[in-house]
């Protein structure tokens, strides 16, 4: 009775750390991108995303 328990355990902990793991990607370039408009509006004065 053990064993299936430890089966399920182990991988609702993998699927639960690939979830992580893929927030913290996610996350990361979400905030790459930011950065990287904020640098690129201060740079070329707010041309790019303020037309609209």
Request: net charge positive; aromatic share 2%.
């Amino acid at each position: 009775m053990s064993t299936p328990t430890i089966t399920i355990v182990l991988t609702g902990m993998r699927i639960l750390t690939g979830t992580a793991i893929a927030l913290a990607i996610g996350a990361t370039i979400m905030l790459a991108a930011i950065l990287h408009d904020i640098i690129g509006e201060r740079r070329h004065g707010y041309t790019r995303r303020r037309r609209g």
